[in-house]
């Protein structure tokens, strides 16, 4: 469901007490009144917060539902926790002409830095999830790799979202110890620049850096699955620290469309970083087993979109800052795609809550042409 449908319904309600006093009578006969279906209304009037607040609308609207509506002064009945809800269809999908690969990825650095802290196990399925994802991004035979990570070491001139417009782009992961795990890209400065042109168009600021040096973010998930050396990639680096906008990294994203469609070549995507990950002083080792696992199964739900209309705090508060790398590659991917999860491991030694997710842009095309899809249910 819409969120601003879902805004303006609850915002109509607060003005008429008349009109609400029908819908809590009857919502399923009021609903239509309110644009909503008969499930939305009740929601609303049951002061159902927790549905609400997962479709993204404001929390300072939500109370409303609670405290106001149902004069629930403690919010009591809320959970906080975050439903996917599959009762609205699936907008149908429409993955860009000329992107042959989508997919995300955690970038911990101690995979291939010290793998030992961690459980063998894990270590083994989440490396496994790896490989499988090297294999469909080979399959794909890209021209170009687009590949989002977050700041971690580099300052950038601006707090924007920044495009490595660069030839070539170096570094090694040094910082932890390993000089040993260097990685040297080539780059594409005429994409580059043909991308951050469009961002602009868009309305947005973006940052051109000929020079990205690179560190864990980008020479962990690339030494694992670039299928060779030459192939050029393009870094895209957000700036969490600096500026922190869901919204505005789908519609990152949603401008890069045209010009992968436009360039003539066959063009990957590839997100990294996250899930779960604190680096704040207490509380580096948490993981959120709850909040990943409804991140996965929105992605799956082919979902992942929407999660950009989440209002900034919650994925704050549950560690996942760095999903604004992922909603780049998901709005570049559009609506309706659903992803598989290759590997999730909790991992506290390292710091965070790691997976491995394909997106299935085949069989998104497919049911585009043909009569429909049908739902799966979601599960991690």
């Known amino acids: 469901m819409d969120r601003s449908t879902l805004e303006n319904a609850i915002l109509a309600l607060a003005r008429d007490p008349e009109l609400l006093e029908r819908v809590r009578s009857n919502p399923d006969a009021a609903a239509a009144t309110l644009g909503l279906d008969a499930s939305w209304a009740r929601a609303i009037v049951d002061g159902d917060r927790d549905r609400l607040r997962s479709a993204g609308v404001n929390d300072g609207i939500t109370i409303l539902v609670s405290r106001w509506f149902k ?37 911990v650095p ?48 601006t707090q924007h979202f920044v495009i490595g417009d660069g030839a070539a782009h170096r570094g090694s992961m040094e910082f932890f110890k390993r000089p040993d795990l260097d990685l040297q890209l080539t780059g594409m400065p005429a994409l580059a620049a043909a991308m951050a042109e469009a961002v602009r168009a868009a309305g947005q600021e973006v940052e051109l850096a000929e020079r990205v040096d690179l560190d864990h973010g980008l020479i962990v998930p690339l030494r694992l699955l670039l299928p ?29 469309r045209t010009v992968i469609t436009d360039s003539g070549l066959r ?8 899930l779960s990950h604190w680096l704040d002083p207490g509380k580096f080792g948490g993981v959120d087993v ?59 030694a390292s710091g965070g809550g790691w997976t491995v997710v394909h997106m299935d842009l085949a069989a998104a095309r497919g049911a585009d042409a043909g009569a429909g899809r049908t739902a799966v249910p979601a599960g991690v």
Request: aromatic share 8%.
């Open 71 to 107: 004069d629930d002064l403690g919010d009591s009945a809320s959970q906080g926790a975050f439903v996917v809800d599959e009762s609205s269809p699936l907008p149908p999908a429409d993955v860009p002409d000329g992107l042959v690969f989508a997919g995300g990825c955690s970038h």
């Open 228 to 256: 060779r050396p030459d192939l050029p990639v393009i870094p895209i680096i957000t700036q969490p620290a600096r500026s922190f906008s869901p919204f505005g990294a789908r519609a990152f994203g949603q401008a890069l």
């Open 267 to 274: 063009v990957a995507v590839l997100a990294t970083g996250g």
């Open 110 to 157: 101690d995979l291939l830095a010290r793998p030992e802290i961690d459980p063998a196990d894990g270590v083994d399925r989440l490396l496994g999830g790896y490989r499988r994802l090297a294999e469909d991004l080979a399959a794909a035979q890209p021209d170009v790799v687009l590949v989002t990570a977050d700041c971690h070491f580099q300052s950038f001139e």
């Open 290 to 348: 709850g909040f990943d696992t409804y991140l996965l199964q929105m992605l799956q739900a082919g979902r992942g979109l929407d999660l950009a209309s989440l209002e900034p705090y919650p994925l704050l508060d549950h560690g996942q800052y760095e999903f604004l790398n992922w909603l780049i590659m998901l709005g570049i991917v559009g609506p309706g795609v659903r992803g598989e999860v290759y590997a999730y491991e909790p991992m506290e």
